[in-house]
C-alpha cells in the first residue's frame, strides 16, 4: 500500500543535540512538507520541497533544517539552535503543482527534549 | 498574521444534531479549501474540499459552503456520531508567489459528540 512513513513514532532529545526525524513516501508524490502541531494549536510550515535537491523555508524554519537529495524522502533535523522542539511533527506530500486534492500525510513524530 | 482562523476551539454537540464547525480567511487570493479531520497521535486525514469557483460540496453527511464575499467556509456534518469526535482543521490553498500547493491551515476545532 502506497503511504507517507515517519519514524520514529516517538523521540527524546537531550538538551543540545541534534536528531532527525525521517520521512518517506512511495507514492510518487513531488512535494513533500514538515510541519509542527503544538497543543491546541494548528499546523505551521517548518520546510517544504517541490523537487529533489531543492527545498523553501516555511514559516517557523529557524533551528531546523532539511534535505532532499531522493524524492521519496525528506528528512527534517531538528538542531540544537531550536530553542523550543518539543511538538507533534507532521510530514506530508501531494502530488504536483495544481491538483486540486489534498496532502497525505503520515502519523506523525512527537518529538520531547528530556 | 493568521491567514486561516478557526475561531472556535471546541464545540460540543449531541449525537445525531448537525455540526457546524466555521472557519474565516483573510487572503482573497486562496482558490481552494479544504478539511482534515485529526484524531490523537495520528496525522491529520482529508476530509473534503471546495474550489472558489463553488459555494458549496456535499459527501455523504459531510457538506463544505463557501461564501466568498464574507471569507467564510463552515462544514456541516448531519447527523453526527460519536466517531466524529476529532479535531477538525481547516485549510486554504494559495496558488500564488510561486507556492505551488502549499496549504495554510487554521487552528483546529475540537469537536466533541456526545452518545
Known amino acids: 500500500d502506497g503511504g507517507i512513513t515517519q519514524s520514529p513514532k516517538y523521540l527524546f532529545r537531550k538538551e543540545g543535540q541534534n536528531v532527525t526525524l525521517s520521512c518517506e513516501q512511495n507514492l510518487n508524490h513531488d512535494a513533500m512538507y514538515w510541519y509542527r502541531q503544538d497543543p491546541g494549536q494548528g499546523l505551521r510550515l517548518i520546510y517544504y520541497?517541490?523537487?529533489?535537491?531543492?527545498?523553501q523555508k516555511g514559516d517557523i524554519a529557524e533551528g531546523y533544517s532539511v534535505s532532499r537529495e531522493k524524492k521519496e524522502s525528506f528528512p527534517l533535523t531538528v538542531t540544537s539552535a531550536q530553542k523550543n522542539p518539543t511538538a507533534f511533527y507532521l510530514c506530508a506530500s501531494i502530488k504536483d503543482r495544481g491538483a486540486n486534492y489534498g496532502y497525505t500525510f503520515g502519523s506523525g513524530t512527537r518529538l520531547t527534549v528530556v | 498574521d493568521q491567514q486561516v482562523k478557526q475561531n472556535s476551539p471546541s464545540l460540543s454537540v449531541q449525537e445525531g444534531r448537525i455540526s457546524i464547525l466555521n472557519c474565516d480567511y483573510t487572503n482573497s487570493m486562496f482558490d481552494y479549501f479544504l478539511w482534515y479531520k485529526k484524531y490523537p497521535a495520528e496525522g491529520p486525514t482529508f476530509l473534503i474540499s471546495?474550489?472558489?469557483?463553488?459555494d458549496k460540496n456535499e459527501d455523504g453527511r459531510f457538506t463544505v459552503f463557501l461564501n466568498k464575499s464574507a471569507k467564510h467556509l463552515s462544514l456541516h456534518i448531519v447527523p453526527s456520531q460519536p466517531g466524529d469526535s476529532a479535531v477538525y482543521f481547516c485549510?486554504?490553498?494559495?496558488?500564488?508567489?510561486?507556492?505551488?500547493?502549499?496549504?495554510?491551515f487554521g487552528g483546529g476545532t475540537r469537536l466533541m459528540v456526545k452518545p
Open positions: 471546495i474550489s472558489s469557483i463553488k
Open positions: 485549510a486554504a490553498r494559495g496558488n500564488f508567489n510561486n507556492a505551488g500547493n502549499m496549504l495554510t
Open positions: 520541497s517541490q523537487i529533489v535537491n531543492d527545498f
